[in-house]
């Protein structure tokens, strides 16, 4: 099982990126982001179920990310949207069953991908 996060890159603040992250080998029922800036502890971002019909945001992000995700292609999206300089942080996807905000629930993590906001 592997997790491939990629889409990353160096934005000015009020652009926009999008993060994918592609599954191989099975399919996962819930998929989330996690972030983890300089200096700080991994903290949630996003989360989507099987179906994509739920999801759920860390406020901070709350009407600027949007996660979806095509199972037909094993792969998961954050659109990223008016990004902010504190949006800056290494980003990571994570697959596992229930739906959850927690680090601890998910067994499996892509290598992350490097999201830079300049000023």
């Known amino acids: 099982v592997q997790l491939q996060a990629f889409g990353g890159g160096l934005v000015q603040a009020g652009g926009s990126l999008r993060l994918s992250c592609a599954a191989s080998?099975?399919?996962?029922?819930?998929y989330a982001w996690f972030r983890q800036a300089p200096g700080k502890e991994r903290e949630f971002v996003a989360v989507i179920n099987w179906s994509g019909a739920t999801t759920y945001y860390v406020d901070s992000v709350k009407g600027r990310f949007t996660m979806s995700r095509d199972n037909a292609k094993n792969t998961v999206y954050l659109q990223m949207n008016s990004l902010k300089p504190e949006d800056t942080a290494v980003y990571y996807c994570?697959?596992?069953?229930?739906?959850?905000?927690?680090?601890?629930?998910?067994?499996?993590w892509g290598q992350g991908t490097q999201v830079t906001v300049s000023s």
């Open positions: 994570a697959a596992g069953g229930s739906i959850s905000v927690r680090r601890i629930s998910y067994d499996y």
């Open positions: 080998g099975r399919t996962f029922s819930s």
